[in-house]
């Protein structure tokens, strides 16, 4: 059974960073890409960056030049470092694979506000 543990959101004033984590446990983790959505309220959840099994990256244009995803194959992790955080940045996360094909996880809330 896989399970997908998202950590690290917070409240953070505009201009400031967070680093997302997601632990991921019951799947061969190398095999896959992964990606981190995000869902704002009364919003479609979104792909807003996603890592490639080799490492290529992709982001949606809101986000580039301010995020970056990095993957750890031997520890099962992915990660979004978001700096310059906009308030239209706040939604719940949650990682999945490109192309989500793991039940989500209870993700985590970033909250972008002075």
């Known amino acids: 059974q896989v399970q997908l543990v998202e950590s690290g959101g917070g409240l953070v004033q505009p201009g400031g960073s967070l680093r997302l984590s997601c632990a991921a446990s019951g799947t061969i983790f190398s095999r896959f890409p992964w990606g981190w959505y995000r869902q704002a309220p009364g919003k479609q959840r979104e792909l807003v960056a996603s890592?490639?099994?080799?490492?290529?990256?992709n982001f949606v244009d809101s986000v580039k030049g301010r995020f970056t995803i990095s993957r750890d194959n031997a520890k099962n992790t992915v990660s979004l470092q978001m700096n310059s955080l906009k308030p239209e940045d706040t939604a719940v996360y949650y990682c999945?694979?490109?192309?989500?094909?793991?039940?989500w996880g209870q993700g985590t809330q970033v909250t972008v506000s002075s």
């Open positions: 890592i490639t099994n080799d490492g290529r990256t």
């Open positions: 999945n694979t490109d192309g989500p094909a793991f039940p």
